[in-house]
């Protein structure tokens, strides 16, 4: 099992009066009886339940289980073994083109799911975007004596910004990126990564890191002071504020990726999957997801549905200096990149 992963924050801002679940008819009882979701737990599970699976039960009479958290070793022996009882799994976006690759997943019926208004950089043959989220630049604002960080640069400026820096554990997408842009790297001219460059960037404040394996410690580093700023999930980020938190957000250079929605090869109940996926893809579904999680939704159709208020902290209203990071290549590099990142982290 690779055990990175995501908790994301909930902020209980209301939807107001969205349908959930129009995009599904009625009428269309399904064959099956019941399909498995799976996901990573806590309160991104929740809101996925809140948002996608208890409409779909409603819609259809279907029930949903819920399993997880989401477990790659457990797909592929599934697959492997010819017996998938998962339906639809949210996995993150480098393993889904990887999962593709090893021909571990279906093809996305887009007959069923409508395609015309989702983001194209999240969507693809063989998987639809969960949600989209940025890693953004957060701060304390005691700890940065009134400065105002902007751009990745200032979490390697020590004399201005004194103090510890956090970072997501794993060897996954946003670290090495976010060092090569404070290193002067263009944007357009990320990947592929020069990985010496990168680590001999990082080897500069090494001693000063902090890592987080969850968004809940993440979060508990930033607000306690005991990092003075660094690099976090901007779900996290906007909990933060709601909770009073004084701590402030960068989103200079914010670096976006998603989570995708698969099916495994062989799940026995495909049509079904394929349904659920339309109903989790659907502009009411990806609002409501939003409004849970403060995570922009993969279909433009959703933003419309939203308060003003809410579009405004969504990466989707981020985008003049964003930078979509390159799913394709990590996941032709996740492993490679993986043994070196875990053997420079414990050097």
Do not use: C
């Not at 500069?204 to 890191?209: E, F, M």
């Amino acid at each position: 099992m690779i055990s990175r992963r995501r908790l994301l924050g909930t902020t209980g801002l209301g939807l107001g009066a969205l349908t959930l679940g129009s995009a599904l008819p009625a009428s269309r009882l399904l064959a099956a009886q019941e399909i498995t979701f799976v996901s990573w737990g806590g309160t991104t599970q929740d809101a996925q339940k809140a948002s996608w699976a208890d409409p779909f039960t409603g819609t259809t009479g279907m029930n949903v289980l819920q399993d997880g958290p989401t477990d790659y070793g457990k797909l592929k022996a599934m697959v492997d073994a010819g017996n998938s009882v998962w339906d639809v799994v949210d996995v993150e976006g480098d393993y889904a083109f990887q999962a593709a690759e090893l021909g571990l997943l279906e093809p996305i019926d887009y007959s069923i799911v409508k395609k015309d208004t989702l983001d194209p950089r999240f969507s693809f043959d063989h998987g639809v975007g969960s949600f989209y989220y940025s890693f953004v630049l957060g701060f304390n604002k005691d700890s940065t004596g009134g400065k105002t960080p902007e751009g990745w640069a200032a979490i390697f400026d020590t004399a201005k910004f004194p103090g510890k820096r956090s970072f997501w554990k794993w060897s996954s997408p946003g670290v090495l990126e976010m060092a090569l842009l404070a290193d002067g790297v263009p944007a357009d001219k990320l990947y592929p990564l020069d990985l010496d460059r990168a680590f001999a960037k990082l080897d500069t404040i090494k001693k000063d890191i902090l890592w987080w394996a969850s968004g809940a410690e993440s979060q508990q580093q930033l607000a306690s002071g005991e990092v003075a700023l660094g690099s976090f999930w901007n779900g996290r980020m906007f909990a933060l504020n709601q909770s009073g938190a004084n701590v402030g957000t960068s989103w200079a250079q914010n670096m976006a990726l998603a989570d995708i929605l698969v099916v495994p090869k062989g799940a026995k109940n495909k049509d079904a999957a394929m349904k659920f996926i339309a109903q989790a893809s659907s502009p009411e579904g990806q609002a409501a997801l939003a409004v849970a999680t403060a995570y922009a939704p993969v279909n433009t159709a959703a933003i419309p549905l939203l308060s003003k208020d809410m579009i405004a902290m969504l990466p989707s209203e981020h985008t003049d200096s964003q930078i979509t990071l390159d799913m394709k290549y990590w996941a032709s590099n996740r492993d490679k990149i993986g043994e070196r990142w875990y053997a420079w982290q414990s050097a």
